[in-house]
């Protein structure tokens, strides 16, 4: 281990170094989660998924373990910024890296549903900006859609209040639509560099999920549509994360090469792991 990157409520995340000389991200659970069976389970079932998603997309998982009766989760080092820094930062993101952004979310998204399985917990911090482009982390809550848990339980909210869709909220079965309503979130968020449903807490943030619409004005019109739809209330109406991307490819934004938004952060800012937890 080199150093530490950060904690957060499932465990501490610490830079380190391979054998052979690549740099990793290793997740070490809490000792007081450790000896949780159902979260034990969870870390596994995190674990799996994470072998699953296309490296593309996410950061690969690389090894998994116990040491002194802790599990730890081994991935590779995403060099980059969580989406949710940026934005506290810099501010919102312009129409050509909004455009970028979306489309690269929405391409892990349709390689994620491809595989047969849900994220449930798309938000801002579990997006990384990388120089080669947009990831997805954290699988801790994610579900295989063929597979039946008692990790998963509908009735059972799973996944970021915030975040969630109004059928999430509800806690009805995971499905990629929940993974949508997200996606449409976190992009009007960039555009804005606030949340659709408003300020306040988890709480009366979900209540306006449910109940009333977002607020797109700040987002520009050539993404604001696929927004909205994403965005609805009924999940049999919003596009798939692969309608999404293919509309996006069809509206890119026409603009001279130049460097990314994320380009001059320095490897001291870049705590994309500490996201994952």
């Known amino acids: 281990m080199l150093s530490r990157l950060g904690s957060g409520g499932m465990g ?3 830079l380190g170094r391979s054998a052979d000389h690549h740099d990793v991200a290793i997740k070490l659970v809490h000792p007081h989660l450790s000896a949780d069976a159902e979260f034990r389970a969870r870390f596994v079932s995190e674990a799996n998924a994470g072998r699953r998603v296309p490296a593309f997309c996410s950061a690969p998982v690389l090894d998994t373990g116990t040491h002194e009766g802790r599990p730890y989760l081994v991935t590779e080092y995403i060099d980059g910024i969580p989406l ?3 934005v506290a930062e810099r501010g919102a993101l312009d129409l050509p890296h909004l455009h970028a952004l979306a489309l690269g979310t929405a391409a892990g998204l349709a390689a994620i549903h491809g595989i047969g399985l849900v994220h449930r917990d798309i938000k801002p911090s579990n997006i990384v ?3 080669g482009g947009v990831k997805i982390i954290d699988f801790g809550i994610a579900r295989v859609l063929e597979e039946t848990t008692g990790l998963t339980q509908t009735g059972i909210v799973m996944g970021s209040l915030g ?3 109004p ?3 509800e806690g009805a079965a995971p499905s990629p639509a929940m993974d949508v309503f997200a996606w449409g979130c976190v992009v009007a968020y960039a555009a804005a560099g606030k ?3 408003g300020p306040g807490g988890v709480d009366t943030r979900a209540g306006r999920v449910l109940a009333s619409p977002p607020e797109l004005a700040d987002v520009p019109g050539p993404v604001r ?3 909205e739809s994403a965005l609805g209330k009924k999940p049999a109406g919003r596009p798939t994360a692969e309608e999404l991307l293919l509309a996006l490819i069809g509206t890119a934004p026409s603009r001279r090469r130049r460097p990314g938004p994320f380009a001059r952060c320095s490897r001291t800012a870049i705590t994309a792991a500490t996201a994952a937890i």
């Open 12 to 14: 501490t995340v610490y």
């Open 84 to 86: 949710s820094r940026f």
């Open 129 to 131: 900006l990388t120089l």
């Open 163 to 165: 975040w969630a869709a």
């Open 167 to 169: 059928e999430q909220l």
């Open 195 to 197: 949340h659709p449903f």
């Open 225 to 227: 549509a696929l927004v």
